[in-house]
């Protein structure tokens, strides 16, 4: 069973970087764990406590 992880920026504290109005494209962490979960898969959201820039750490497995 493989499983696809990624780590991405909190889209809300992203969204004040001065540098995310060049290219990036913030989407709410609900969009994309529902995304997965329509592709089949299980997702577990993962948050370290504190972290200089929020982040979240997606894991996904298929379901």
């Known amino acids: 069973m493989a499983a696809w992880s990624s780590v991405f920026g909190d889209p809300d504290a992203m ?3 001065p540098f995310t109005a060049h290219g990036f494209t913030l ?3 609900a969009e994309v764990i529902a995304a997965l979960e329509g592709a089949g ?9 504190n972290p200089p820039i929020p982040h979240h750490l ?3 497995l298929p379901a």
């Not at 898969?41 to 406590?49: E, G, K, L, S, Y």
């Open 41 to 49: 898969c299980t997702v577990d959201n993962r948050q370290a406590p």
């Open 58 to 60: 997606l894991v996904a």
């Open 27 to 29: 989407r709410p962490v």
């Open 15 to 17: 969204a004040k970087m």
